[in-house]
């Protein structure tokens, strides 16, 4: 660092009693020594980079820096404070403060020097030393590394000396290498046998100091804990990806970043801790414990290449209030599926075993027998009666989750529980979601003290959103939602002759619109909803079966209509015909995706009109369904199961007789189509939640 740092831009006595004064003095001695051509135009760019985010760090440091086209190369200039100059950092005014210049077109070489010298500054030997240097050109020479400030800190000094040579020379962008300081077990001072392992990725926008202090005190805190911690520096000294190999190794993933982080599905898969670049730099010790945690949770991000979670989804920028709230409620109905689907089934199990009077069993607590069936029956329903109880605190916890990530969780749940407490329901835990992400949003939006801010997200924020929702259910809201949903209960109840076929055919409608979308989810939660009780109404397990049967009707079709009309489909079409009797035999409506895709107008009308005449006639002839499943699985559940197979019969056939009829209209030739080459589009195959119907 021969030429970034002299003697002549060392003040030891900074008299400025602000960040604006200390860098303009700072800033001074680089136009003294020909480094900034435009005094004012480069304080115009350090004050431009201080409004993204404060440079003070913990420890008393402050890092003014930018790049500019106003310096001619890069050039770092250092001030020591008597008084101590606030710099934005939690623990109070920094005393040391380095003004960092880089051109606009600075080389790899010399930024890679500036990136060493910021993780020198993690060095707490490092900074004493700094403290206590008493003449300026020894402060520079320490800066450079030309002397080591003490036995511990004479690796740093190597390797700033290092990176200087060249090191960057490897580093371009893009480029895969060996992980450089990546550590065994032995050197991250890790107890015998594996350890822990963290990849980690730091970057800022300037990408010149924090991204590297926040890589040095990672590594820092991992080897003082027995971590393994990797660290890939998305800065302005080049993008050296990790190797794919340690990645793939690493049991968590810490990103601290105010960039979007490249590449980021590399990462997909394991526990991840997602975090600004300062506090990776301030907090390295919290967020490893954090990652840890997710670990033993087993917590993971996604799978690289499968689609966003519903939270994930939520709130992108420029999307309009209705887009948000739609996204908000689908965030809460996709976590509350696995519930419905364990419980629902646990439930309809158990009334199989052992008839419809297990509900009417006493606690398998205090009756059990092993050799009994009808102990096995009770306890099965049993269980899916408490997994049923989760369904309206889920539905409201994750809907404001949807709203305000972790802090809308507990407000959620506990208004969902009261939901459930003041028989509000279904109606009652929606509105507690909406509420419950609504204030803790409101929260959020308070300028807080610094002080209490690391206590908001685990004391404060659940404490007040909690009383507050919890006013609001108690004796504001709950009264009318609860008087609202016993009205909807009693006209689900009275539904009888052409109503209840009515209705059966609108949610047969709904199921066949947009096949798994918002529209088919609300109309399976509306069904869901009538029987998440112990002991639901008739006309409730009537209105389930007809949405379950509906479900059915586009896979099934469009496997027919391939079978019967082949030639009005292409070859992919055909393959994906194959899978659709599988798919719609087991109640998975995306199996008519593929033919909707490629033909909307005709597939989805069609599918609707079917799905319609299979809902009405479900309900008109009184078939039943306790569980929240549908397929030839739950056949032997359904009451009146030979005349429901006949409505989902009449569906399927009313589907491939018009979808045959409008395709057949068509001019040209399916077989000459694009995609009559190519491979068939991939029909879904894995297992799914009975909702993804």
Same mark, same amino acid.
């Given at each position: ?14 008299? @400025? ?140 000094? =190597? ?10 020379? =490897? ?20 107890? @015998? ?153 646990l439930i309809a199990l158990g009334f199989a075993i052992g008839g419809y009077k297990i509900n009417k069993a006493p606690s ?180 389930? @079966? ?38 719609? @035999? ?5 199996g008519a995706i593929p033919f909707a895709a490629a033909d909307p107008l005709r597939v989805i009308p069609s599918s609707m ?85």
């Amino acid at each position: 660092m021969s030429q970034m740092i002299t003697a002549d831009l060392v003040d030891l006595d900074l008299s @400025a009693d602000t960040k604006e004064a200390a860098a303009r003095a700072l800033a001074e001695r680089m136009v003294a020594q020909g480094r900034v051509t435009d005094l004012e135009g480069f304080l115009a760019d350090v004050a431009a980079r201080e409004a993204q985010m404060p440079t003070g760090l913990d420890g008393g440091i402050g890092i003014p820096h930018c790049r500019s086209e106003h310096v001619t190369e890069p050039t770092l200039a250092f001030g020591r404070s008597a008084q101590g100059i606030d710099f934005g950092a939690a623990d109070g005014p920094a005393d040391l403060i380095f003004l960092i210049a880089a051109p606009a077109g600075a080389d790899d070489a010399h930024l890679t020097i500036l990136s060493s010298l910021a993780r020198q500054l993690m060095n707490a030997e490092f900074t004493t030393a700094l403290r206590a240097v008493d003449d300026a050109a020894a402060a520079a020479a320490l800066i450079r590394g030309d002397e080591a400030p003490a036995d511990g800190a004479e690796e740093a000094a =190597e390797a700033v000396s290092e990176a200087g040579s060249g090191a960057s020379a =490897e580093a371009a962008a893009g480029d895969t290498v060996p992980v450089p300081g990546a550590r065994d077990a032995e050197d991250a001072g890790a107890p @015998a046998g594996q350890p822990f392992r963290i990849v980690a990725v730091t970057s800022c926008p300037t990408g010149i100091a924090h991204t590297y202090m926040a890589a040095e005190s990672l590594e820092t805190a991992g080897r003082e804990a027995g971590i393994e911690v990797v660290v890939e520096t998305q800065g302005s000294a080049g993008f050296t990806r990790l190797d794919p190999a340690v990645i793939e190794a690493a049991d968590g993933v810490i990103f601290a970043h105010d960039v979007p982080v490249r590449d980021k599905d590399r990462f997909a898969g394991k526990p991840t801790v997602d975090v600004g670049v300062k506090a990776g730099i301030n907090r390295p010790t919290e967020l490893i414990a954090e990652v840890r945690e997710k670990a033993a949770r087993g917590e993971v991000t996604a799978a690289a290449g499968a689609p966003a979670s519903p939270v994930e989804r939520t709130g992108d920028s420029g999307e309009g209030y209705g887009t948000k709230l739609r996204k908000w409620l689908m965030s809460g109905v996709s976590y509350m599926v696995p519930f419905v689907a364990a419980g629902g089934l646990l439930i309809a199990l158990g009334f199989a075993i052992g008839g419809y009077k297990i509900n009417k069993a006493p606690s398998v607590m205090d009756h059990f027998v092993w050799t009994q069936t009808d102990s096995w029956a009770a306890l099965l329903f049993q269980i899916g009666v408490v997994s049923f109880g989760f369904l309206v605190p889920v539905l409201a916890g994750y809907i404001a989750y949807g709203m305000a990530d972790r802090p809308g969780l507990v407000p959620g749940f506990v208004g969902g529980s009261i939901a459930l407490t003041i028989n509000a329901g279904f109606l009652g835990g929606l509105v507690a979601g909406l509420l419950a992400g609504g204030v803790v949003m409101a929260i959020q939006k308070i300028e807080i003290p610094a002080a209490v801010r690391g206590i908001m997200p685990v004391v404060v924020i659940p404490l007040i959103s909690s009383a507050i929702v919890g006013f609001l259910m108690f004796v504001v809201v709950g009264k009318p939602i609860a008087s609202a949903q016993k009205g909807l209960t009693d006209w689900l109840n009275g539904l009888t002759g052409t109503n209840a076929v009515l209705l059966g055919a609108l949610l047969g409608l709904m199921m066949c619109f947009d096949l798994g979308g918002p529209v088919n989810k609300v109309a399976y939660t509306f069904a869901t909803a009538g029987i998440a009780v112990s002991n639901p109404s008739d006309s409730a397990m009537k209105i389930m @079966a007809a949405v379950m049967a509906a479900g059915m009707v586009p896979p099934l079709a469009m496997a027919l209509a391939t079978t019967v009309r082949g030639k009005l489909f292409t070859h992919t079409e055909r393959e994906n015909g194959k899978a659709a009797w599988v798919l719609g @035999a087991s109640f998975i409506s995306e199996g008519a995706i593929p033919f909707a895709a490629a033909d909307p107008l005709r597939v989805i009308p069609s599918s609707m009109v079917g799905g319609a005449i299979t809902g009405a006639l479900s309900m008109a002839f009184g078939a039943t369904l306790r569980a929240p499943h549908g397929g030839i699985f739950v056949v032997p559940l359904i009451g009146n199961p030979f005349l429901y197979l006949v409505a989902i019969a009449a569906g399927v056939c009313a589907t491939t007789a018009l979808v045959v009829v409008l395709k057949g209209l068509r001019k040209q030739n399916p077989e000459g189509a694009a995609g009559e080459s190519g491979g068939a589009i991939a029909a879904p195959s894995e297992a799914k939640q009975p909702v993804a119907a």
